[in-house]
Nanobody, 120 residues
Framework: QLQLEESGGGLVQPGGSLTLSCEVRGYTINYYSIGWFRQAPGKGREGISCIHRANMLYADSVKGRFTISSDEAKNMVYLQMNDLKPEDTAVYYC???????????????WGQGTQVTVSS
């Protein structure tokens, strides 16, 4: 059974950095597109980055600040977040899908989410 679990969220000051981790259990990450999404209070879920093998996508809102990577040996996917802004505050989710895309409907297995708060 495919399962995903996020970790690494927390409170950070504006301009700071955090790295989120997504542990994938049950299947190899090479089989799926693994995406990172976020949902701020009162807003819809937004796709921000995804990776499948050597292919990656980024939303314009995070391009140049966030970097997605994977470790096939550990079956992990990471999201390095730099120059964080208050508007990056959200619950961050990782999810598995069969196509590399940033659309929520392309992903059908989700983690429980991890809170990222950017505030001074």
């Amino acid at each position: 059974q495919l399962q995903l679990e996020e970790s690494g969220g927390g409170l950070v000051q504006p301009g700071g950095s955090l790295t989120l981790s997504c542990e994938v259990r049950g299947y190899t990450i090479n089989y799926y597109s693994i995406g990172w999404f976020r949902q701020a209070p009162g807003k819809g879920r937004e796709g921000i980055s995804c990776i499948h093998r050597a292919n990656m996508l980024y939303a314009d809102s995070v391009k140049g600040r966030f970097t997605i990577s994977s470790d096939e040996a550990k079956n992990m996917v990471y999201l390095q977040m730099n120059d964080l802004k208050p508007e990056d505050t959200a619950v961050y989710y990782c999810a598995a899908g069969t196509r590399i895309a940033l659309y929520v409907h392309e992903y059908d297995t989700w983690g429980q989410g991890t809170q990222v708060t950017v505030s001074s």
